[in-house]
């Protein structure tokens, strides 16, 4: 009779193999290869992605801008009073407050400031600049161009047409208004010249 070794299991019930006791892997060589040639990929692929990076910048500060249309608009809505956003292209600020006049102060007035590579341009409608040149311009700043928002959601008549955020000397992006003239979009074709 034959008689067999007792084997050592393991928890699961698996035999174990003393034979087949090597493991496939990786050997330190190939893994050395492998990041060798991650590197070189990424030294490639960098001077791309630099440009794509520079570009957010532009484009989160022309969102930031689109969302306080926005909120400014919500603002005088709810608060029943007009809302003044403001716009200094020369020291690349803009800010929401309230329109004078109506309230001792605004304690929920906001101001941002660009980076130093932005710069931001307004143009003005003509139209309203002929009809009221004051109106679109706040008292007590300096002829600051802004965008006014009435108690009733509206846009006043002589806010400026088109807000562009450039970035050195690329294409700016610019923020118009709407044909229906209620809000402020980001432009979706490339040429500045277009008109929604």
């Known amino acids: 009779m034959d008689v067999k070794e007792p084997m050592m299991t393991l928890r699961t019930g698996r035999i174990r193999n003393h034979e087949s006791c090597r493991v496939p892997g990786f050997t330190l060589i190939e893994l050395i290869l492998v990041m060798a040639l991650l590197l070189i990929v990424v030294g490639v692929a960098l001077p791309s992605l630099k440009g794509f990076f520079r570009g957010r910048n532009l484009d989160s500060e022309a ?101 562009g955020f450039r970035q050195g000397k690329d294409d700016p992006i610019w923020i118009v208004e709407s044909t229906n003239r209620l809000k402020y979009e980001i432009q979706a074709n490339d040429s500045p010249k277009a008109r929604r």
Do not use: C, H, K
């Open 63 to 163: 969102r930031r801008f689109l969302s306080l249309t926005r909120y400014g608009q919500t603002r005088a809505v709810s608060e029943g009073v007009p809302m003044v956003l403001w716009m200094d292209p020369r020291r690349g600020a803009y800010g929401l407050q309230q329109q004078a006049g109506y309230t001792d102060g605004d304690s929920n007035a906001v101001r941002f400031g660009l980076s130093e590579e932005l710069r931001m341009e307004v143009q003005t409608p003509v139209v309203a600049a002929q009809t009221n040149p004051l109106n679109q311009t706040m008292a007590g700043t300096d002829n600051t161009p802004m965008i006014r928002f009435t108690p009733d959601g509206f846009i006043g008549e002589t806010s400026p047409e088109r807000i």
